[in-house]
């Protein structure tokens, strides 16, 4: 981590935006609670929240005043403990969003914007890798109104927040985590979507 950061200081002297986007193959942490080993929560912790403390006090070394620190997320895995073999990868996001907050306070008088962006589901991402009933399922439960904009995210959609929470205009947002999701961090799961009337019906043909 720290040679990376120090090619960029020897090629551009100062860092204006850094982005943390990363983790590591599903394999290497997938298991749930009761089953997972020390290695593999140690590779989530390690590739989130160890990861973005190193980097994100290296980037500032070499920020001037507006620089901005993102780190990408994914909320609802450290929100909701339902999807079982999500837990290191949860763990690891929550811990990564509670360091986004504390960089924020240490990093304000000089200037510096640290925020978390948490995407819902988006096409061409890891979704396309998995099997093909997974997707389909997901994208028809999405449409249905689960998220209330009907459809899932795309690259754009999230590049565009990144974009915005980076500019000028964002100079005194700093410690948030922002659901980029079409609305999805809002529906109630404990009520049907017909309770709460925003369940997309399919039409039907004429008889």
Not at 24 to 43: C, G, H, R
Not at 104 to 119: E, F, Q, Y
């Amino acid at each position: 981590m720290r040679r990376i950061f120090e090619q960029v200081r020897s090629e551009f002297g100062s860092l204006d935006i850094f982005f943390s986007n990363a983790r590591t193959e599903a394999p290497t942490f997938y298991e749930a609670p009761m089953d997972i080993t020390l290695d593999k929560w140690d590779t989530a912790m390690d590739s989130q929240a160890k990861a973005f403390l190193v980097a994100a006090r290296e980037a500032a070394a070499m920020m001037p005043k507006g620089g901005r620190i993102v780190a990408i997320s994914f909320a609802p895995g450290g929100r909701f403990g339902s999807w079982q073999p999500w837990v290191a990868m949860g763990a690891a996001k929550a811990a990564m969003e509670v360091l986004g907050r504390y960089f924020a306070v240490a990093l304000a008088s000089r200037g510096i914007t640290v925020n978390t962006i948490s995407p819902g589901w988006v096409e061409d991402s890891v979704l396309n890798s998995l099997p093909e009933a997974f997707q389909t399922g997901l994208r028809e439960w999405q449409e249905r109104g689960w998220t209330p904009m009907g459809r899932l995210g795309t690259p754009s959609d999230v590049g565009n927040a990144v974009a915005m929470i980076c500019s000028e205009k964002a100079d005194w947002i700093t410690g948030q985590l922002i659901d980029v999701d079409g609305g999805a961090a809002l529906v109630d799961g404990h009520l049907p979507l017909e309770f709460q009337g925003i369940a997309k019906t399919k039409a039907t043909g004429a008889k």
